[in-house]
């Protein structure tokens, strides 16, 4: 039997796991519907989860169809649970993209299929709600091919829209051939002559879904169940089975991590190649996947830190519930015990793909607050292992002020994080308000160098870099004009590691997301010894002059290339009357927002454009106000541009602040110079 890992993808409240509760239940798996209201769906199993009706975690489902078993993978639907949906998709085989047929096309809608077009994940769209007063076919189809500019092709039509009787009549609709026939000369030729044989459409469908040009739309009610037999035929014919040799070497990768009762990790992985066993040991840890043996960029040659560790227990998904066996091959996906320190996006065996992000990242971040009695040990302990969940939380102390701060996408996630440390760990504690998380760019090139024993440095070691701007999303490259030789490798890879540790704060406190820096000079001092005493570390370098001098080498650089503050712009959409214009677009210039399409849409006006994340909150509370309660704004974050206007943002430093000498070296060494 085939296997297919399916995702379930969709907007807040579109009715997702309503529809992965109908699958169960018309598979057999489950006798009765579970009900979101009522918090007794088979996916939602936090208690978070189930009292406040959303996803929060993916979870993993299996239920058997004729020929193929379905892995499937319920999602959040909340934009603040985005990073949740990001580790979802690179073990995935095909989705479906549930669409409210009330709500219509949301951003979030609009950012997963562009991802799942971009990654090339064969999806299925289903209209759901279409028994919901106020639901729209015809409507909503109409937004999915103007908003989301892909082809489309209906499978049927609803009868009875809007009413509790509301129910699918399956059937291709006559603009199927048309739609089809971008992609296929033979089906456009047939097209073109005046007919085509239904199984030659069918075909062209099938082929077309699997390589990502074509998208079926099915449409019903996940509650009464209407259109979900279809929708489960085409996830049968039109969607390809999870690949991989079993017989091969071991690759997968890890995409959820837990801790069981016993505070033990538990992996959450795709197997993609070759089988997997208990009582076998795996190397597992971050890989590019790639092999990079130049010696002139250090960053390749060590990329990816790899460790080792004995598979004490796996178990598979069957029928809704969780089998444990002792081994799992190719395309299944399983829990994985006895890896211990494993995280997200790790590698296990052979590095099959590098894990990528594919969605912003967060662009708030908070001061957690202990509450009275709250041990602060323990809550650095609990948020760390909330770290292993969830890594985009990056969790930064700062032990001068003795604070914590974490990374957010918004509010709601605040809200999960503080009940999650009460609920799990018995630990109280309140935020300050949230803030917009800024980065900083280099401006241009810039050198610095410090040599070992000479002008003040009480390093015992040579540093010189250079730094240079890289293109956005390029991440940080070092590399080497120096001999790779001409000290030990240690002392490499301290200044290397140092580099990436400093970018984390540039010149305004910001991280440095992108660039070049160039290790330009080198030198060391020898190991030296004294007659029958042994090694003298006094007059002998060791990783820690190189960790040492590294920061103020950088700093000074930096200094010398400039920096620019930059901040997260949001892509917004914003539908409202016509006669509301003259109002909204004098708000929007004193917001910052840059229009850069104003269109009309019946009675409405359309605006398209950028505006500040910072001021996307603000927008949303005058909205109503400005339009009468009948505007609609869809944002989602976009890039960032430099910030144009007002003092520029500055961020406390949680470092030994490398850009005042004097107190960095008295922190460092517990002297101001050598």
């Not at 991440?475 to 580099?499: C, I, N, Q, W």
């Amino acid at each position: 039997m085939h296997l297919l890992n399916l995702g379930i993808l969709a907007h807040v409240d579109a009715g997702k796991t309503s529809l992965t509760e109908r699958l169960l239940h018309t598979a057999g798996v489950i006798d009765e519907l579970g009900s979101v209201d009522a918090g007794s769906t088979r996916t939602d199993t936090l208690a978070l989860e189930r009292r406040r009706g959303i996803t929060i975690k993916s979870a993993v489902v299996s239920f058997p169809l004729d020929g193929v078993t379905v892995n499937l993978i319920d999602t959040p639907g909340h934009p603040d649970f985005i990073a949740e949906v990001e580790r979802v998709l690179g073990v995935l085989d095909g989705a479906v993209l549930v669409v409210s047929a009330v709500e219509g096309v949301q951003a979030q809608t609009r950012v997963l299929m562009r991802t799942l077009r971009r990654l090339g994940i064969p999806t299925l769209v289903f209209v759901n709600k279409i028994d919901r007063r106020g639901a729209r076919d015809e409507a909503v189809l109409a937004q999915l091919t103007r908003r989301l500019a892909v082809p489309f092709v209906p499978m049927g039509r609803p009868v009875g829209l809007g009413t509790r009787a509301a129910r699918f009549v399956p059937g291709l609709g006559p603009t199927a051939p048309e739609v089809l026939a971008d992609h296929d000369d033979a089906l456009l030729a047939a097209y073109l002559d005046g007919g085509v044989p239904d199984a030659q459409v069918w075909t062209a469908l099938a082929g077309q879904t699997r390589r990502c040009l074509g998208h079926p739309v099915d449409v019903g009610s996940a509650v009464p169940g209407a259109g979900v037999p279809d929708l489960i035929a085409g996830v049968e014919e039109l969607l390809p089975a999870a690949g991989g040799d079993p017989a091969g070497p071991v690759s997968g990768t890890v995409f959820k991590v837990e801790r069981g009762p016993a505070g033990e990790q538990i992996a959450y992985a795709r197997i993609f190649s070759g089988t997997l066993r208990v009582r076998v040991r795996i190397p597992f840890g971050a890989d590019t996947g790639e092999d990079h043996g130049d010696a002139a960029d250090l960053g390749h040659q060590a990329a990816g830190v790899r460790t080792e560790g004995r598979v004490t227990g796996l178990s598979v998904f069957d029928r809704g519930d969780e089998r444990r066996q002792d081994s799992a091959g190719a395309g299944r996906i399983v829990k994985v015990w006895g890896l211990g320190g494993v995280r997200i996006g790790d590698a296990l065996g052979r590095p099959a793909r590098a894990y990528a992000h594919h969605f912003a990242p967060p662009t708030l971040e908070t001061v957690v607050v202990p509450g009275p009695g709250t041990d602060r040990r323990s809550l650095h302990i609990a948020l760390t292992q909330l770290a292993e969940q969830d890594p985009l939380i990056d969790v930064r102390h700062d032990e001068v002020r003795r604070e914590t701060s974490v990374s957010l996408y918004g509010e709601v996630q605040k809200e999960v994080v503080q009940a999650t440390l009460a609920d799990e760990y018995g630990l109280d504690v309140t935020f300050r308000e949230t803030t917009t998380v800024y980065v900083e760019r280099i401006a241009g090139t810039g050198a610095a160098v410090e040599f070992n024993k000479k002008d003040g440095n009480p390093f015992l070691a040579t540093v010189g870099l250079r730094v240079e701007p890289a293109p956005v999303g390029a991440g940080v490259a070092f590399r080497l004009e120096v001999e790779l030789g001409s000290m030990p490798y240690a002392f490499f890879k301290a200044v290397e590691d140092t580099v990436r540790e400093t970018l984390a704060q540039g010149l305004h406190g910001w991280r440095i997301p992108d660039a070049t820096v160039t290790m330009t000079h080198s030198g060391y001092s020898p190991r030296q010894s004294h007659a029958h005493q042994g090694f003298d570390k006094s007059m002998s370098s060791t990783g820690q002059d190189f960790r040492g001098l590294t920061p103020l080498v950088l700093t000074e650089a930096l200094r010398r290339a400039g920096t620019r503050v930059h901040e997260p712009m949001h892509r917004f959409r914003l539908e409202a009357p016509a006669d509301t214009l003259g109002g909204l677009l004098p708000v929007l210039t004193r917001l910052g927002a840059l229009p850069r399409r104003t269109g009309t849409e019946a009675a409405l006006c359309v605006l398209e454009g950028e505006v500040p994340a910072a001021r996307v909150h603000r927008l949303e509370q005058l909205l109503p106000g400005l339009t009468r309660g009948e505007g609609e704004l869809e944002s989602v974050f976009d890039h960032y541009a430099p910030v144009a206007h007002g003092t520029v943002p500055e961020r406390a430093r949680t470092d030994h602040n490398p850009l005042d000498r004097k107190e960095y070296l008295l922190k460092v060494t517990g002297r101001v110079s050598g």
